[in-house]
Nanobody, 126 residues
Framework: VHLVESGGGSVQAGGSLRLSCVNSEYTHRRYCMGWFRQAPGKEREGVAVIGADGRARYADSVKGRFTISQDNAKTTLYLQMISLKPEDTAMYYC?????????????????????WGQGTQVTVSS
């Protein structure tokens, strides 16, 4: 699994961004996929996860503002972010964890994933 994120950038508060994460190595396995973020001086936190069944789970801080999705082939993961706030500023990481069913659970927001991308920076100015 090789994950490559893109789509980060600098926006003003209230703006929108769409992050993408491509898995460039094809595999027959099923994955729980997720987005995580880490701001300077803070611990990494889970943003959203989505399973092979399409069920998504979100951190309370982003509910109603962020939407996680993936394409039908499940090779690209997205994070649509609207109504961005300065506190959303962080490095955003895509992650994947191979599972028998590919399903995700609430606990997956803690970030125990096997594969990680290099990250893409999101900066929101006030």
């Amino acid at each position: 699994v090789h994950l490559v994120e893109s789509g980060g950038g600098s926006v003003q508060a209230g703006g929108s961004l769409r992050l993408s994460c491509v898995n460039s190595e094809y595999t027959h396995r099923r994955y729980c996929m997720g987005w995580f973020r880490q701001a300077p001086g803070k611990e990494r936190e889970g943003v959203a996860v989505i399973g092979a069944d399409g069920r998504a789970r979100y951190a309370d801080s982003v509910k109603g503002r962020f939407t996680i999705s993936q394409d039908n082939a499940k090779t690209t993961l997205y994070l649509q972010m609207i109504s961005l706030k300065p506190e959303d500023t962080a490095m955003y990481y895509c992650a994947a964890d191979a599972r028998l069913t590919g399903n995700c659970y609430e606990a997956d927001l803690r970030g125990d994933f096997g594969y990680w991308g290099q990250g893409t920076q999101v900066t929101v100015s006030s």
